[in-house]
Structures are given as structure tokens and as C-alpha cells.
């Protein structure tokens, strides 16, 4: 995939937008679980477990099967989050969707902590 300049500034321009749009995207989706404070946490124990990673791709996926259907609601209502995040985004600076979403994706990724799970666009599943 060729990147042009004018994506990479339009989606540097938008990803400070993006990051907070992202870190606030449970605010904006409604989980099964009710609260969305209550989603967060689910997903933060999740991850802490290594249940739960960041991907390439700009959302959250299963490192490992789950049974656990609030997990599930709440894996969903954040990524539901992050996808109108994308598209706002993806709509102000004039990029992809994809393109924005794998840009936030960069930025969450590097800033995850020891022992986090993520998943690049072209491999597995990797502990940071």
C-alpha cells in the first residue's frame, strides 16, 4: 500500500482528534453491560489477563476464546465507539476509514504497557 503525503499529513492532522475520540469511544457506545464505565473495566481486566488485545486494524480483538458474554458486549460496544471515531475522523481529514483507524492503531499500540497483547496487520498475536 503507496501512503501519499497528503494522507499522512491529513491523518497526522486528525489523529490527536482521533486518539481522544478513541479513548473516550465508551462514552459514546452503549453496551449490554449498561454503564460504559463498567465496559471499560470489563475490557481493562480482560486485557490485563491477556483475554483481550489491540490490533493493527484499530480495535480491540480476542487473544483467546471467550464464553463470557459481557466480555463480548463490551469488546463490541467499545469497538462500536471506535468505528464512529474513524468515521468522523476519516470524513474531516479526507483519508480512508481504514487508513484512520490503522494510524490510531500505530498510537495505541506504542503506548500499551509491558506484558500488553497486540496484534499487527500483518501477524499474530505478540506481548509487548
Do not use: H
Amino acid at each position: 500500500m503507496i501512503t501519499t503525503r497528503k494522507t499522512l499529513l491529513a491523518i497526522g492532522a486528525g489523529l490527536s482528534l482521533l486518539t481522544c475520540a478513541v479513548a473516550a469511544a465508551p462514552a459514546i457506545a452503549q453496551g449490554a453491560s449498561g454503564s460504559l464505565a463498567s465496559a471499560k473495566a470489563v475490557v481493562d481486566a480482560a486485557k490485563a489477563r491477556g483475554v483481550v488485545g489491540e490490533q493493527g486494524n484499530g480495535f480491540l480483538g480476542f487473544v483467546t476464546t471467550s464464553g463470557d458474554a459481557e466480555l463480548k458486549a463490551s469488546v463490541a460496544a467499545i469497538n462500536g465507539g471506535r468505528a464512529e471515531a474513524y468515521r468522523s475522523v476519516a470524513a474531516r481529514t479526507e483519508v480512508s476509514e481504514v487508513a484512520a483507524a490503522q494510524a490510531a492503531a500505530q498510537q495505541i499500540i506504542a503506548r500499551l504497557p509491558p506484558g500488553a497483547y497486540y496484534r499487527p496487520t500483518d501477524g499474530g498475536w505478540t506481548r509487548k
